[in-house]
């Protein structure tokens, strides 16, 4: 029994420990280093080179190393086997973090502050209530719901989008493009958590962008490509979006001939919102393998989009 691991990108040696430590039964191979196609039967993988997952006949499942599937998307075809996404708790609470952190600045408005500062100007401004503070999340999938209910918790309005209608405590639900217009125009922040396809690709643009009120702010956590760079570029500089706080980007690292870089309205994170760690995630990801060693399915498992 042995796992391919591709952690593409990223260091592998810890992958590898801390699979071993938890499936002490599974040989752990690192891509390429396989002598043994035949043996493998877990692919435990991150950007894998497309095509290469059909190479193992007796592959059980294929585990994802993280929650975006826009890579899986790409593949022409994949053996059929269960898909499994990386759904660990730590990452979902650093991202609902990094949200509440951007709306509480742009809420109480820090960034006056530190002019303020450099100007030893002492000046005390009123901050809407929390409660009276709409924040929408576009996307009530499994990262989206982390961050709604975090926001919740920490009291502000929260207004969740999804394709379809799905239901959060204490969140106003909406969805359709009907809906996404009645939420956009009711907005004092938009957090966009929206997975990337053929359907987000560019939903932020001049039009969506525009139906937020004058003064509204973005925060952006999942895929850079959802957005329309230069329309956002150009209502920033209109003032019709005051701030943008901007994690991913439709090509990273991020150019350095990138208008972005230069403004004072815009907050560039590389990419960092919620950081996937070995010691936890490989425990989520050894309890999927051992789910289907005992013939139960693993969670939760993914349907590439057509
Ligand atoms: C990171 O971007 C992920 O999709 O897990």
Known sequence: MAILLNNNGGDNQPWADALASHLPAM????YPDINDVAAIEYAVVWHHPLGDLNNYPNLKAILVLGAGMDHIDQEQSLPDVP???LVDPTVGDEMSQYVLYWVMHFQRGYERY???QSEQHWQRHMAPFSRDYRVSVLGAGLIGRFVSERLVANGFRVQSWSRSQKEIAKVESFSGEQGMQDMLCATDVLVNCLPLNNATKHLLNNSTLSMLPEGANLISLSRGAIIDDQALINLLDSGHIA??????FSLEPLAKESSYWGRDNVFITPHMSGGTYPQYASEVIADNIKRVERGEQPYPIYTPSA
């Open 27 to 30: 040989k752990v191979h690192i």
């Open 114 to 116: 530190r002019t303020q």
């Open 83 to 85: 898909i499994v996404r």
């Open 243 to 248: 701030n943008a706080a901007l994690d991913t």
